[in-house]
């Protein structure tokens, strides 16, 4: 492989990375709160996108449909904190995880049952039109979502940093009890959260549609399952580690792609993941995975 | 018996095989999110030996339970050492490797499928599925069983008591695995073709669902849960989308109002308990 | 020779010294007391003997071996068994199957680990467990679920889980907290009874007039370390103690702590 080859191969995977950047961000969000492995959101990533082409099929204008996406992926994002963690404070860290995949194969189902299992045709925002820097073709719809992407994130965690309810979110991620007695509002700082997470869910599908040009009940599978891999090799709970993250699973597929073929992707990608989970499960930007439990 | 009835028979035979194999692990307290490769791995296995050295069925079965066993224990020692929510993540990786590494794998058909010789009929399926459950029911009457559900509600006293939890944790596991193993051979040989596809993660996460909503405490749970994810939609005769739809808010009810799932080890107490007091009226 | 023997213990949490220098012997047969004002790092020191937590420095030496680096589940083979502060029951197995949790060390094997004793009518592992269950009047309870106890009742079967792995020494921490006058007279019967059969005991806990009645020695720590030992008597004479308990949360003798 070329020096311009390999280095056109690396701009495409920081490119897929800025789609894996936002879902992992996600789910980080939802484990490094509420220590919630949250499989719903490969479920509300879908509803966004799915929920903008149909406004569009409508003939809604694009702001008018992208704001009916958001409120969609937000909507759904908040029955599942109704739904799973309200309910299971306290229990098993598992049954919220089950009850995030019972929401996943609802929201799929549901989608398969309205609109079929084919690939639906999602119209195109721009031209498609690529911008040449260098001797690198960059796709500028992939440019712009991973400018957005990033844009998002530090918002995101400036939103954590600065703001009341971004505080009471920490608070709650330090420790809910103790956040509880200092007067965070649980019940209104968990669902926010939620929300927050939909939000993002939505955006990223969105942006996944518009570059793609294509929706389907199962669009989130691939996706989501590599944000969820992109979140534990950064570290699970850390912003930034699941922008890294994103950005190496993204590199990882890229570059397995062109060194050892599209069917092989997935060993690596997924064996990436498995190892780094056997040698150091707390991820690249994590502090330690193992608490030792207090008699 | 009708076609229809001895097809869905089989079914709930097979689905009632890979349920154990999620149950155990999950008795102990882990979620394996990656059935379906073990399944894969006992399937591909019986399939290659009885296709390319014409071993028989039986032994290419047993070969087939081994080898997912085997992987297994490989690989429970590395990924046992952490717990909870890394495990998943780490069984739901390995399901995917293993589902991709069957995409690759040319001598048998790797992404265009691998048609299987033998055919495992009604009475093959359901005699080597009844088996499976006596072994398991036997092995839920032992010590080994008690200390599952030690280990699963607090692993650190049950240390303290003397037990070996990573030990009772890799047994379960590779048990499961191996389980899982004759569950994928029965489906090559009954449904007689493999696709790397079949074995996804959505089928892992069914099973792991279908014995979680029946319960992990008593081998009663993943029975009831298999029968209901196979059953259900027959007697709905809904459209197979609606079966998942009612399956799924079925989950999140009962994780809500009944998170244990629908047999609990205290209800099974009670209907014991109930059944001793009328003996002795 | 010693049963139980620290040495120059040290234990750190990060920075946080919770265990520092501390020496002390328990003889076979006697009953000891560890007391302190909250925070003094008794539980600590438990899990320290029990293995839940490595030492920073130091030796444990229990009946001649020395015993810092054994794996946790080796140590109540050799015989020392606890109850937890927090009462920790199993609570999805039945009072009977948690008192055959206190069987396993002398259950070990292969053989013994796959034997369908549930299928075997009176097998001895089940016979053993209701008869030490009726022995210490709790047999009403045994096919019920833990959780549905009453706490004195988990607190008994907690001690007796315990027990039941016929244990040297045996470790109990706040074996009192929470229980009213009459079962704490009772838990002091009992204690006695395990005790006149040769068990050693050594109790962390904050009812001092308890204390008195059961332990022949008290060893007191405070901030990790050890500023008293002796007699309850000699104890209560020591400046340092005084000290010790009226920065703190109690007076030493005041019968409740």
Redesign the interface.
Known sequence: MSGAVFAQQLVNGIMLGGIYMLIAVAFTLA?GVL?F?NFSIPGIFMVGAIATWRALENGWPWVGAIAAGLLAAGVASYLVER??YR??RG?????????S??????F???V??GYGSDQQTFPALMPDFNIRVAGLVIGTGQLISLVLALVLVIAASGLLERTRIGRGIRAVAENADTATILGVEIHRVVPALFILIGLLSGVSGILFAMNYLQVSAFMG?EIG?KG??AM?IGG?GNIWGAILGGLLIGLIEVLSIAFFGA?????C???A??LL??VR?EGLLGGS?IV??K? | MSGYGEAILVMLAINIVVALAGYLPLAAGQLNLGIAGFMAVGGYTSAYLTSAYHLPMGVGMAAGAAAAGLLGLLVAVPVLRTSGIYLALATFALGQVIQAAFLNIEAVGAAAGYPVKPYAGFTVVLSVAFGVLVAVLLLSRTRFALLLTATKNDPLVTELFGVDVRAIRVAAFSLGALIAGIGGALYAHHYSYLEPQNFNIMLSVYIALYVLLGGTQTVAGPIVGAAFFTLLPELLRAGSHWRFVIFAVLIILVMAVRPEGLITGALARRLRFGKRREAAS | MSLLALDDVGKNFGGLVVVKNLSFTVEAGQRVALIGPNGAGKSTVFNLITGVYPLTSGRVLFDGVDITHLPMRRRIGLGVARSFQNIRLMGHLSVVENIMLGQQPKAGGLAALLTPYRLMPRHRWIEEARAALDEAGLGAYADLSVDSLPYGVRKRVDLLRAVVANPKMLLLDEPAAGLNERETEDLHDALMAIAAKGVTLVVVEHDMHFVDRLCERVVVINFGEKIAEGTMAEVRASPLVREAYLGGDATVGAGHA
Do not use: C, K
């Open positions: 484990i220590n492995l739904f799973t309910w299971m229990l098993d860290h598992e049954i919220p995880l089950v009850s995949l019972g929401f996943l194969i609802l799929e189902n549901l398969l049952i599978h399952l969820i891999a534990v699970m069917n092989r992707a997935d060993i990608v997924y064996g993941l498995l989970l056997v499960p995975a030792r439990e008699l």
